[in-house]
């Protein structure tokens, strides 16, 4: 078994309930009251200004140019790819870019991005890409997911997010952080294995609270 298979299989409880929970199954049918999707699109779009500055960092991190050309490539999309998404999306919801700009993080935004962040900074490429991998490979799944919902895909306000998710380009973007870790990891220790496990399952458990917040638009308190 690859070791991307490996950590899949140790979070599975944690990925089985992110399936599971209400936000995202309410995406699914359509269903989710817009205020909780106005909210989670204005603390996402914090969340992926952070997320960029971590492929910024693998650029930095990246072991050759073929690496780096490919982490300043997921850089760009996700600047002006993703982040388009939400700023296309924002407008008709009637939030302007000022308003996404200037909105403040909540708990769970700030920790799981400053998280991210410092594991990326203080670790190997190998630990960055164990804090980002989650959020890559979990969206594509649950996007996939999502999509084999009769109308999910054509929702007036939920369908353009599931056809992103479900895209091949995310989940081209997951399979190849997934190869990296797995090449990256061939031969390291199990000490390192272990770190690099318990950072995965941290990032699947904020994946969670991500969902979790955002369903009860709770900020700090
Ligand atoms: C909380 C949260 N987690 C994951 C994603 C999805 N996502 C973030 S970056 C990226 C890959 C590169 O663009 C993907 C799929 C999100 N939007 N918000």
Not at 164 to 192: C, G, H, P, R
Request: one cysteine or more; glycine letters at 4%.
């Amino acid at each position: 078994m690859s070791f991307t298979q490996y950590l899949r299989e140790k979070a599975d409880s944690i990925w089985q309930a992110n399936h599971k929970h209400p936000f995202v199954q309410e995406i699914g049918s359509g269903t989710l009251d817009i205020e909780a999707f106005k909210y989670y699109m204005k603390q996402d779009y914090l969340y992926l200004i952070e997320y960029s500055r971590v492929f910024a960092l693998g650029a930095v991190k990246a072991p050759d140019l073929e690496t780096m050309a490919i982490f300043s490539n997921y850089l760009q999309s996700t600047l002006n790819e993703e982040m388009a998404l939400h700023r296309s999306y924002a407008k008709r919801l009637g939030i302007s870019e000022e308003e996404l700009e200037n909105e403040e993080p909540a708990a769970t935004t700030l920790s799981y991005s400053s998280y991210m962040i410092s594991e990326a900074q203080k670790g190997s490429l190998a630990h960055l890409i164990a804090a980002i991998l989650p959020c890559a490979w979990s969206y594509a799944e649950i996007g996939q997911t999502l999509a084999t919902i009769p109308g999910a895909m054509d929702h007036p306000n939920y369908g353009e997010w599931v056809q992103m998710y479900q895209s091949e380009e995310f989940a081209e973007i997951a399979n190849w952080l997934k190869q990296q870790l797995d090449s990256l990891t061939a031969s390291v220790n199990e000490k390192e294995k272990e770190q690099l496990e318990a950072i995965f399952i941290r990032s699947s458990q904020f994946e969670y609270l991500f969902w979790e917040m955002s369903y009860q638009q709770r900020s700090w308190t």
